[in-house]
């Protein structure tokens, strides 16, 4: 069914203008003043509202094999989360571990999605180790449209890759013209700080911290810097931190590195007390990087703001409190992981626009526009336009509420955002012109989402 939205104050990264929008076959076919509909179209009335390109959250994990457990989500609760919130696309971290073929890795997550997901996705696809018949699987997965690649630093001998992998990993990635994403640690740092951690008795999940401290990260990130400048590779770092990783991402910028960055959600707004809560509270706030000092964050939202940090994801990657109690005698044994694909869009607007800190055009930009910019799904997705999938949010700013476990959709028993207040939601979400989404209720298709063909431009 046609769809028309009239009064729309349509916001995108670089415009605000107020007109109708009309869509048919899943596209915005007009957008003009007071634009005529066929009898049979639907039709919403906007006034009072902002209307949003749908938006995308670059790094999310919903089917994930990790530290002895499977994360929370499937792609059909991940997805509605998604849409409830706002996120109308996702890239998920294909997450196939060393000792794993990859290609079998990557028709394996495929299955877990299609069909499954009310959302359009695709996904990162991770390297995780490199040997002869590499290359070759990664050349069919690109030519399927995947056109990202996905390294790990961290995590010796389950993800992480060795330096020479990873050398191995940027050349083909600019061979293919496929960009990089890097989880940026020292994995042998952390492994002997978290074995000397142990070993003096401290087991709790407040040294999940001090085992990768900033240095680590900071390392991590200008090692991946370095060798995308002798590869000629074009990267982009997840979940950054801290300061000591932004000098060093900024750095690399500033001598013409192709790099890009990505903070995450719970970067911004919870800090390194949230894990140092006792027991099974603190596990809750276990991720990596770890949640820093409150510090890190000013420095975080400023660096957002200056768009020194491209994109804000979240990491979404749910382990319920049974899970995190696998950690109960070990920090290193708590599955790390905080849920937020639900939260991105309205904690970023409230902390974040509400609170000036961020213009909305660079909020746009951030939460969609600057993410399909980089992974190949511009102008189609990130934008409103002629032409483009009609993937929108009709965004309620009067609306006042508080994040909870009990009302949100992941499916997790707790929200690592407990009680975070919230002004302003979605109030309709549609993804290629279907309503998914009317105020907080999911009343859309399940199943409808499209695994995105996207073309390596690097
Ligand atoms: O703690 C995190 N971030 N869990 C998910 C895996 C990863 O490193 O992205
Ligand atoms: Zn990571
Ligand atoms: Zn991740």
Redesign the pocket.
Known sequence: MPLLIRNADLITADSRSRADLYVEDETITRIGQHLDAPPGTEIIDATGKLVFPGFIDP?V?LY?P?MSTF?KDTHETGSIAALVGGTTTYIE?C?PNRHNDALEGYHLWKSKAQGASACDFSFHMAVTRFEEQTEGQLREIVKDGIASFKI?L??KNF?GVDDDEMYQTLRLAKQLGVIVTA?CENAELVGRLQASLLAEGKTGPEWHEPSRPESVEAEGTHRFATFLENTGAAGYV??LSCEGALQAAIAAKRRGTRLWVES?LPHFLLDRTYAERPGVEGMKH????PLRDKRHQRLLWDALAAGLIDTVGT?H?PFDTAQKLLGAEAFTQI????PGIEERVNLLYTYGVKRGTLDLHRFVDAASTKAAKLFGLFPRKGTIAVGSDADLVIYDPDYRGVVSAKTQHTNCDYSGFEGFELEGRPSVVTVRGKVQVRDGVFVGERGRGRLLRREATY
């Open positions: 790094h994990h994930l990790f994360a971290m997450c790990f961290a995590y993800f989880h997840v979940h995450v276990v991720m990596s990087p990491d990657c599955p790390n992981g905080i």
